[in-house]
């Protein structure tokens, strides 16, 4: 089976569960923004130096694409959802490297290859909330969809201090 059409698709899509859309269209606009921060997590990937955010970025991967199963849906009893589980793991993560890291004020981002990269996911991620907030103001969606990528920009920006406190390159904002 081929992935093309051979004859162009006109701009039409289908979702997950059946329904044909445009590709403007408020789902697809939001799960394709998603579909970018997977993509650029990949790229991340290659550039972490610490093997335990390589292992959360795998998992958080895996986590998109329920999500993005869940935005391709208009079934809301879509078969492998985003749970509070997911939510609280992400919670967790946040906790752990704060505590770890200890941040004393605000952060120039971008002081590693990997924490830059980790920082276009942060603002990736940032947007796609934006595109579930817009989806989600027209049709029904479940709460943790929402929650999760709220706190997925946070796991991000605090991934990316990670990396360059490991590195020797967490740096603040010099007041005055």
Not at 18 to 38: C, F, I, M
Not at 155 to 171: D, M, N, S
Request: hydrophobic share 40%; charged share 30%.
């Amino acid at each position: 089976m081929s992935i093309t059409t051979k004859k162009g698709d006109g701009g039409i899509t289908s979702l997950w569960s059946g329904e044909k859309v445009w590709k403007s269209d408020a789902r697809v606009e939001a799960y394709g923004t998603l579909d970018e921060l997977d993509a650029h997590i990949g790229d991340a990937r290659h550039y972490i130096q610490l093997e335990e955010i390589k292992s959360i970025l795998v998992q958080i991967q895996g986590d998109l694409y329920h999500i993005m199963g869940e935005l391709a849906s208009t079934d809301i009893s879509y078969p492998v959802p985003i749970r509070m589980e997911e939510v609280n793991r992400l919670t967790d993560i946040v906790h752990r490297y704060e505590d770890h890291l200890q941040l004393q004020g605000f952060v120039i981002p971008g002081n590693t290859i990997s924490s830059a990269k980790l920082d276009i996911c942060r603002t990736i991620t940032r947007r796609a909330e934006r595109r579930i907030v817009a989806l989600k103001q027209n049709t029904q969606l479940p709460d943790e969809i929402l929650l999760y990528v709220n706190r997925l920009s946070d796991v991000f920006f605090i991934l990316a201090r990670a990396e360059e406190k490991h590195l020797g390159k967490l740096e603040y904002i010099k007041k005055g």
